[in-house]
């Protein structure tokens, strides 16, 4: 079995696969103060819930875009695992051409999707992550990353016009009634969610553009089964998208033989 690790702005996601299949995974909301003792009780319990045994993981592969936590994660899995994580960018690399003029710059996540998802549905690709950002990542016809937009995340944007506006309230991001609010909270869930549909489906349709009307589109992220109640702009929602990601990487690390 793999622990697989991904470390994001928002949350962190903890998944356990096995012959490629997520036998159960669990999200714990980004604390940059965490300790390696806090990470390894969530863990612990985690596996006691679902009946998985420490010694059943062979190995545990992290991706994080969140340097300051790292060290307790990896302390963690030192600790509660017995296992030296295996952590991207460090002592594991993702098998994908990466055309960006500095390809350092690119977050490790962005390039697990791209890499899971020209692997699951082909290219030309475009991945739509719903995270802290919304990330639309551009994988060509021969599975190279060229690029892509990042966009404020639809939680930051309410939570700005909320700091902003003296007036109006924090609202839940959840399914408007109807596009004409008829009090405040309905009204800024429709100019959030409709708002947001539009600007999604403007960034896919330029880079359609660019990629061919033929390209694919796969929406993952927090908010991805939100979203797409409203474009029919996806193919697909694959919300398991980073962590089928990180077992496909690891498996080529196998196959490598740098275990």
């Known amino acids: 079995m793999l622990l697989a690790i991904d470390v994001g ?12 299949k997520l036998l159960a995974s669990f999200r714990l909301g980004t604390n940059r103060e965490i300790t390696s003792d806090e990470v390894g009780l969530h863990l612990m319990t985690f596996f006691q819930i679902h009946h998985i045994q420490v010694e059943e993981i062979q190995d545990v592969l992290i991706t994080s875009v969140v340097p300051q936590i790292n060290y307790s994660m990896t302390n963690a899995v030192r ?6 994580a295996l952590v991207i ?16 710059e690119v977050g ?31 994988i060509d016809a021969q599975g190279a990353y060229l690029g892509g937009v990042i966009y404020p995340g639809i939680r930051i944007s309410m939570d700005a016009l909320f700091q902003k506006a003296a007036k ?11 596009v004409i609010g008829k009090n405040t909270v309905h009204s ?6 409709y708002g947001y549909v539009g600007a999604t489906e403007n960034i ?10 033929g390209t694919h589109v796969v929406a993952t992220g927090g908010f991805s089964r939100l979203i797409g109640q409203y474009t029919d702009s996806f193919q697909v929602v694959d919300r398991h998208l980073t962590l089928d990601g990180l077992w496909m990487i690891y498996q080529d690390y196998l196959e490598a033989g740098q275990r």
């Open 9 to 20: 702005n928002t949350n962190i996601e903890f998944g356990v696969l096995h012959q490629a």
């Open 79 to 84: 600790k509660y695992i017995h296992k030296e």
């Open 89 to 104: 960018g460090e002592n594991i690399s993702i098998q994908i051409q990466n055309l960006y003029d500095n390809p350092e």
């Open 108 to 138: 490790a996540d962005r390039l697990v999707d791209a890499l899971a998802g020209y692997r699951k549905y082909g290219g030309p690709l475009i991945v739509v992550d719903f995270g802290t950002a919304t990330t639309f990542d551009a």
């Open 168 to 178: 109006l309230p924090r609202v839940e991001l959840v399914k408007p009634r109807e």
């Open 188 to 193: 800024l869930q429709s100019g959030a969610i």
């Open 204 to 213: 896919i349709h330029e880079l359609k553009q660019v990629l061919g009307e």
